[in-house]
Structures are given as C-alpha cells and as structure tokens.
C-alpha cells in the first residue's frame, strides 16, 4: 500500500510563495509518477503539476508554468510543490497523488491541504 501525507498550505496573500510537501511510505518508489492536483469550491479537480520518477521529468498546468515548481527527494520520500507569485485563483485544496503505471490512474490520494490566496 502507498500512504500519502500533504502539508504545508495555508493563508497567503496575492504575491506570495508557499511549499508543499508530500510525505510519501509504502511503495512509492516503484510508481510511475507523482502528482499535485487541486480542486476549488464549484471546480472540477485539475492537475497542477506532475513528475515522472524514473526520469524527473515535469508537467505543469499552462496556468502554473513559471511559477510553480515540482521536485522530489528520494532520500526523504517527499514530493514538493513549490508556489511563487501565488495568485487568489490559486485558492483551492491540493491533493498529493501516486500513478503506480502509465496504464493507471492516479490510484493513492493524501487528505488535502488548503491553499488560499487573499487579494
């Protein structure tokens, strides 16, 4: 099984940078690619942002390109998501999530953690 643990959200204002981590256990270091994804009220759940482990190749959503940034650390276990010049369409709730096989969906989901950008 693979456990997924995300923090590091809050309340920032418009401008503003935060990092979140994912804590990652279980057999994460053979899935396929790790994800940030987040979902505003009234929104469906869109990614953000995704990296492939084998290769750390990235993609990002056209809205974040430039200023959000995903990496990992191996020896940590942790995914993180960087967000710089956050804007308050930002808002929303972030979910850290594992693709086990190019053939899979996102298959592991942490709980969430919230992001609000005030204006």
């Known amino acids: 099984q693979v456990q997924l643990e995300e923090s590091g959200g809050g309340l920032v204002q418009a401008g503003g940078s935060l990092r979140l981590s994912c804590a990652t256990s279980?057999?994460?270091?053979?899935?396929?690619?790790m994800a940030w994804l987040r979902q505003a009220p009234g929104k469906e759940r869109e990614l953000v942002a995704r990296i492939r482990l084998s290769t750390g190749s990235t993609v990002y959503a056209d809205s974040v390109k430039g200023r959000f940034t995903i990496s990992r650390d191996n020896a940590k276990n942790t995914v993180y998501l960087q967000m710089n010049s956050l804007k308050p369409e930002d808002t929303a709730v972030y979910y850290c999530?594992?693709?086990?096989?190019?053939?899979?969906?996102?298959?592991?989901w942490g709980q969430g953690t919230q992001v609000t950008v005030s204006s």
């Open positions: 999530a594992a693709q086990m096989s190019i053939l899979r969906k996102y298959e592991y």
């Open positions: 279980g057999r994460t270091s053979s899935a396929y690619a």
